[in-house]
T-cell receptor
Framework: AQSVTQLDSQVPVFEEAPVELRCNYS??????LFWYVQYPNQGLQLLLK??????LVESINGFEAEFNKSQTSFHLRKPSVHISDTAEYFC????????????FGKGTMLLVSP | DTGVSQDPRHKITKRGQNVTFRCDPI?????LYWYRQTLGQGPEFLTY????????KSRLLSDRFSAERPKGSFSTLEIQRTEQGDSAMYLC?????????????FGEGSRLTVL
């Protein structure tokens, strides 16, 4: 079984500031890693995922996450946030082999203010 | 097809009553999932279907909970004899059959309030 820890329940930032949302995972097997985002009054949607290859993955709206195996982390970053990035962000993991469902972290609420 | 739809969006019920939620997945997706989300928590897995077969159930799914996907299309989640602890957002998601790498597409959820 795997577990996902998001250390910050809420991260307030000003517009155009950089942000990092932290995610650590624990698993006895290799995992795939995901970030999902939930905008107000909408369903969760995939932001980006790490499956293999380059440890740095990017989304279409400027977010990036880096897989760090030694630190068992998959932190999400953006160099300059917008008001529209205000949302809850969930880190998730699933084993690479066999079938298993996604295990989510508790989420981090990103609050961007002008 | 515009995505995963769930009905009702919000249900308020008295303790002891039965409630049923419906999920219509994206039409070409053969996998369907139910998750539960409570305040301050991430989504917690409840159960999963591959077509009409229910392949996995979480320990969270007590005997009062039952889920069906009779024709491999829409699914229902029924909670019998509701308790206040059942108050939560119930999320449905669907995906293609692409192993563990595929994207889950979530509905907006059905919020249950048990008084």
């Amino acid at each position: 079984a795997q577990s996902v820890t998001q250390l910050d329940s809420q991260v307030p930032v000003f517009e155009e500031a950089p942000v990092e949302l932290r995610c650590n995972y624990s698993s006895s097997v290799s995992v795939y890693l995901f970030w999902y985002v939930q905008y107000p009054n909408q369903g969760l949607q995939l932001l980006l995922k790490y499956l293999s290859g380059s440890t740095l993955v990017e989304s279409i709206n400027g977010f990036e996450a880096e897989f760090n195996k030694s630190q068992t982390s998959f932190h999400l970053r953006k160099p300059s946030v917008h008001i529209s990035d205000t949302a809850e962000y969930f880190c998730a993991a699933t084993p690479r082999s066999g079938y298993s469902t996604l295990t989510f972290g508790k989420g981090t609420m990103l609050l961007v203010s002008p | 097809d515009t995505g995963v739809s769930q009905d009702p969006r919000h249900k308020i019920t008295k303790r002891g009553q039965n409630v049923t939620f419906r999920c219509d997945p994206i039409s070409e997706h053969n996998r369907l999932y139910w998750y539960r989300q409570t305040l301050g928590q991430g989504p917690e897995f409840l159960t999963y279907f591959q077509n009409e077969a229910q392949l996995e159930k979480s320990r969270l799914l007590s005997d009062r909970f039952s889920a069906e996907r009779p024709k491999g299309s829409f699914s229902t989640l029924e909670i019998q004899r509701t308790e206040q602890g059942d108050s939560a957002m119930y999320l449905c998601a669907s995906s293609e059959d692409s192993g563990n790498t595929g994207e889950l597409f979530f509905g907006e959820g059905s919020r249950l309030t048990v008084l």
